[in-house]
């Protein structure tokens, strides 16, 4: 029998049960620790509980989950989940548009749909393509309605990113600052790093640099939280831009591009790209197009930013009246990532 109950203080959904089966499986992030497969008996916004097949109860907390699947999910929930993982978001929806909701039996199944759905069409609209009107629509659906799915923080984050976009400060602002209630410490560092990322988007140079600075001067000194401390350098570094000091910005994300580790895609996929776009405000198509070129041929493991990058090389090759190059990458984007530009 399945069991379902909800718990609420301040106004926010604690946990929900799930229907219990034998085959369920949370995996990790990188560096995190193996698959634990058995039942999952309860997924809240901060922890997945799960019955491993040793008849052991593990809480596994949500900050170190990669996915979940479940017994018994339609296979086309697995092929969503897939096309997520590589990047390719109108593939995943396309195998979420197959899905017969009825077939989704538990509420960890359910979570996981709309979380695909929310996601993917918020990508797509970052990625320059998409409807923000419906990626909006879904994310918030979610938000209001998914409460207990772990990754309830995870679309906090993005909802400000989608806001941020469509120039909506104040409400990426409220987004944030529920990424920063999170339990985790370096999910505050995150949020204030997003915000700084937000102020400068919004011309508001000074506020920035104040959120990138209190993040580079926390205590905190694990991992994660240093991850973050790297990128409020970057953040750093375009404030510069954002006051015109180009040359200066150019010199500190170079100089971070040479000293962090190059092991971390991501990271230097992001560094990369916030030199090309240093460069392309600076007037320099032609070094801006090699910066996003690293990222496009080094670091294309870290797909949103390999995507941000392709996109920039596309109207930088336009631009410089390279059009056999903007050809070139206009099909790797629909080859990869199934996104049409024009």
């Known amino acids: 029998m399945k069991r379902f109950q909800l718990f609420s203080t301040f106004g926010v959904v604690l946990f929900c049960f799930v229907g219990v089966s034998s085959a369920d499986r949370i995996g990790m992030i990188e560096g995190k620790g193996r698959p634990v497969d058995g039942s999952i008996l309860l997924i809240t916004a901060e922890k997945v509980t799960i019955l491993d097949r040793g008849e052991k109860q593990q809480e596994i907390p949500a900050n170190i989950i990669a996915w979940t699947s479940f017994e018994g999910e339609p296979p086309e929930l697995a092929s969503a989940r897939t096309a997520v993982n590589g990047g390719r978001m109108q593939e995943a929806l396309d195998s979420l548009a197959k899905i017969d909701q009825r077939r989704l039996t538990v509420d960890g199944m359910k979570q996981d749909y709309a979380y695909f759905l929310a996601y993917a069409k918020a990508k797509l609209v970052l990625a320059g393509g998409g409807d923000a009107e419906d990626a909006e629509k879904e994310l918030s659906n979610f938000l209001r309605n998914s409460r207990t799915s772990y990754h309830y923080y995870e679309v906090c984050e993005l909802y400000g990113d989608l806001m941020v976009q469509l120039g909506r400060f104040d409400d990426a602002k409220k987004s944030y600052a529920v990424l920063a209630r999170a339990p985790w410490p370096e999910y505050n560092l995150k949020a204030t790093v997003s915000l700084g990322m937000a102020e400068i988007s919004e011309g508001k140079g000074d506020s920035a640099k104040k959120n990138f600075e209190t993040v580079m001067a926390s ?108 050809e070139e990458v206009a099909k790797r984007l629909k080859d990869l990532y199934n996104i049409t530009v024009k």
């Not at 905190?220 to 991850?227: G, K, L, T, W």
């Not at 150019?250 to 916030?274: K, P």
């Open 219 to 326: 205590t905190d000194d694990s991992p994660q939280a240093e991850r973050q401390k790297s990128i409020a350098k970057i953040g750093l570094a375009l404030c510069l831009v954002a006051d015109k000091k180009y040359d200066e910005a150019i010199g500190a994300l170079e100089r971070i591009a040479r000293e962090e580790s190059s092991e971390d895609s991501f990271f230097q996929a992001l560094v990369y790209n916030s030199l090309g776009s240093s460069y392309a405000q600076a007037g320099k198509a032609h070094e801006a197009a090699l910066a996003y070129m690293h990222t496009d041929i080094l670091f294309s493991s870290a797909r949103s930013e390999h995507i941000k990058s392709l996109m920039e090389l596309y109207g930088l090759w336009k631009q410089i009246q390279r059009v056999d190059r903007a």
